[in-house]
């Protein structure tokens, strides 16, 4: 094996599948990347054996072949490069060791491998038991992702709350991820019928590898065949175990109507959430929200730290109080584009449900604390 390549092509194809190498193993070769040369094409390959990433580039191949060599060490002799166009070679020895030499610089390093044949194999769903095979634009994908990855639970004991949910219906994706106290919510609808419906957990570790590396241009196809999904795009894949558990019935969640709706701008209110945060409780994060005519209140009472409250004009005539963890309010303005949203809400024991002001496709769910 033996080709040559700028810093640029082999610095690009390693961010893209570092995220499935894993920094310690009681398999070595985990800790490795493949690296695989057919002409001038090169792939390389990274699995946790949970997710499994690819990736393609054009190189100047001289030799075909295949090995693995450490990750990370290899990773960053590359980042370590002059400039983007600093070309550099690697060639497999006959002592079976990587040599790579960099002429710009007078360099020379040698990376121990492993054989190619012990490198896990990388999965993929079997074509003949597809449960769901699709197409949509990368740009669309990446933004229901941030909308919804940030409620998934991060607890790894509550399984199927870690992840994010795809529902295909005949016309549109939904993607939906909770950790029974936020609810995230996005929908897409489709311009054709879709060509299967069903549904699958996504972990949303491998989610946030997904919206890392997706493009933001070009069409991304999903496939699944039920225990394995692929995300395909740009000459890379991304394949992920899915989470055979039961994702909670989110429709049960959503309420069916409010008693009050204020329209408040975002941006305002993010800040003023920020700035009393503050002197919130380091533990429960709780913050107050009052309600009168006209006007919000969000306030802090917390006695040890300190208390503070702003107040904003808003459009509405709610005349309650609520209690909502701010870390969860700050994370959903972050989030929503719009400057205008409306907050919709029943009682100080209801959800609140936050849904920007010029789109129906989204909105954000949160369980209210006690308010003393």
């Given at each position: 094996?033996?080709?040559?390549?700028?810093?640029?092509?082999?610095?690009?194809?390693?961010?893209?599948?570092?995220?499935?190498?894993?920094?310690?193993?009681?398999?070595?070769?985990?800790?490795?990347?493949?690296?695989?040369?057919?002409?001038?094409?090169?792939?390389?390959?990274?699995?946790?054996?949970?997710?499994?990433?690819?990736?393609?580039?054009?190189?100047?191949?001289?030799?075909?072949?295949?090995?693995?060599?450490?990750?990370?060490?290899?990773?960053?002799?590359?980042?370590?490069?002059?400039?983007?166009?600093?070309?550099?070679?690697?060639?497999?020895?006959?002592?079976?060791?990587?040599?790579?030499?960099?002429?710009?610089?007078?360099?020379?390093?040698?990376?121990?491998?492993?054989?190619?044949?012990?490198?896990?194999?990388?999965?993929?769903?079997?074509?003949?038991?597809?449960?769901?095979?699709?197409?949509?634009?990368?740009?669309?994908?990446?933004?229901?992702?941030?909308?919804?990855?940030?409620?998934?639970?991060?607890?790894?004991?509550?399984?199927?709350?870690?992840?994010?949910?795809?529902?295909?219906?005949?016309?549109?994706?939904?993607?939906?991820?909770?950790?029974?106290?936020?609810?995230?919510?996005?929908?897409?609808?489709?311009?054709?019928?879709?060509?299967?419906?069903?549904?699958?957990?996504?972990?949303?570790?491998?989610?946030?590898?997904?919206?890392?590396?997706?493009?933001?241009?070009?069409?991304?196809?999903?496939?699944?065949?039920?225990?394995?999904?692929?995300?395909?795009?740009?000459?890379?894949?991304?394949?992920?175990?899915?989470?055979?558990?039961?994702?909670?019935?989110?429709?049960?969640?959503?309420?069916?109507?409010?008693?009050?709706?204020?329209?408040?701008?975002?941006?305002?209110?993010?800040?003023?959430?920020?700035?009393?945060?503050?002197?919130?409780?380091?533990?429960?994060?709780?913050?107050?929200?009052?309600?009168s005519a006209g006007e919000l209140t969000v306030k802090?009472?917390?006695?040890?730290?300190?208390?503070?409250?702003?107040?904003?004009?808003?459009?509405?005539?709610?005349?309650?109080?609520?209690?909502?963890?701010?870390?969860?309010?700050?994370?959903?303005?972050?989030?929503?584009?719009?400057?205008?949203?409306?907050?919709?809400?029943?009682?100080?024991?209801?959800?609140?449900?936050?849904r920007p002001m010029e789109a129906e496709d989204y909105?954000?769910?949160?369980?209210?604390?006690?308010?003393?």
């Open positions: 094996m033996k080709f040559s390549a700028t810093r640029a092509i082999l610095e690009e194809a390693l961010t893209t599948i570092s995220g499935a190498v894993t920094s310690s193993s009681s398999l070595p070769v985990l800790e490795h990347v493949l690296i695989e040369v057919d002409g001038n094409n090169l792939i390389l390959k990274a699995t946790d054996l949970e997710l499994s990433l690819e990736t393609e580039g054009k190189i100047s191949g001289e030799s075909d072949g295949s090995c693995s060599v450490p990750a990370r060490k290899f990773q960053n002799l590359v980042q370590s490069l002059p400039s983007a166009e600093t070309e550099l070679s690697l060639e497999l020895t006959d002592d079976e060791q990587v040599k790579m030499t960099v002429d710009e610089i007078n360099s020379e390093f040698l990376l121990p491998v492993l054989p190619s044949d012990e490198f896990p194999g990388l999965p993929e769903p079997e074509s003949q038991n597809l449960e769901l095979n699709f197409k949509l634009s990368c740009d669309k994908l990446i933004d229901m992702l941030r909308n919804t990855q940030f409620a998934a639970s991060t607890d790894a004991t509550r399984g199927y709350l870690g992840g994010v949910l795809f529902d295909l219906g005949e016309k549109e994706l939904t993607v939906v991820a909770t950790d029974s106290h936020r609810l995230a919510l996005h929908k897409l609808e489709y311009s054709e019928k879709a060509p299967a419906k069903g549904s699958i957990l996504v972990p949303v570790g491998a989610i946030k590898e997904l919206v890392k590396i997706l493009p933001e241009e070009g069409e991304v196809k999903v496939v699944s065949d039920g225990n394995l999904t692929e995300f395909i795009f740009d000459g890379s894949r991304l394949v992920s175990r899915l989470i055979n558990e039961e994702f909670p019935d989110y429709h049960r969640v959503i309420p069916d109507d409010y008693e009050n709706r204020t329209t408040i701008d975002c941006r305002r209110m993010l800040d003023a959430v920020k700035r009393v945060s503050l002197v919130a409780d380091e533990k429960t994060r709780r913050l107050i929200l009052d309600f802090a009472e917390n006695t040890e730290e300190g208390q503070g409250e702003e107040k904003l004009s808003i459009d509405g005539n709610a005349n309650l109080k609520i209690a909502f963890n701010g870390d969860y309010l700050a994370e959903v303005l972050k989030h929503i584009s719009d400057n205008q949203i409306h907050l919709d809400l029943i009682s100080a024991d209801s959800p609140g449900t936050f909105l954000y769910i949160v369980m209210p604390m006690r308010l003393t």
